[in-house]
């Protein structure tokens, strides 16, 4: 059985986007807690919302920090290993699609 395509757009009515915001934000907790157990990594996730002033983080502010402080002591190679900015994504991805499309 296969969902409908969400139609992605700003929610007017107040609680329903926050009832959203809720739902989604669960969601994306369970995901993170879920990776963290099955592939045995640490994850950390900081969340922002309009109607709270401090951020929500997973699983701790202290853990986050922590996570956050040893990733700054990797050398700047290793941090930026795996990494990829928008445009750089996109351009990859263009130059994959026009190979496959010359095939």
């Given at each position: 059985?296969?969902?409908?395509?969400?139609?992605?757009?700003?929610?007017?009515?107040?609680?329903?986007?926050?009832?959203?915001?809720?739902k989604?934000?669960?969601?994306?907790?369970?995901?993170?807690?879920?990776?963290?157990?099955?592939?045995?990594?640490?994850?950390?996730?900081?969340?922002?919302?309009?109607s709270?002033?401090?951020?929500?983080?997973?699983?701790?502010?202290?853990?986050?920090?922590?996570?956050?402080?040893?990733?700054?002591?990797?050398?700047?190679?290793?941090?930026?290993?795996?990494?990829?900015?928008?445009?750089?994504f996109?351009?990859?991805r263009?130059?994959?699609?026009?190979?496959?499309?010359?095939?």
């Amino acid at each position: 059985m296969t969902r409908k395509k969400v139609k992605l757009s700003y929610i007017t009515k107040n609680s329903a986007r926050k009832a959203t915001f809720k739902k989604r934000k669960k969601g994306l907790l369970k995901k993170a807690s879920e990776l963290s157990a099955l592939c045995g990594t640490e994850a950390s996730v900081i969340i922002y919302s309009l109607s709270n002033t401090q951020p929500e983080v997973w699983p701790s502010p202290a853990g986050a920090q922590q996570m956050l402080s040893e990733f700054k002591k990797m050398p700047k190679m290793d941090q930026s290993m795996g990494m990829m900015s928008q445009e750089s994504f996109l351009r990859e991805r263009i130059t994959k699609d026009n190979i496959q499309l010359k095939r």
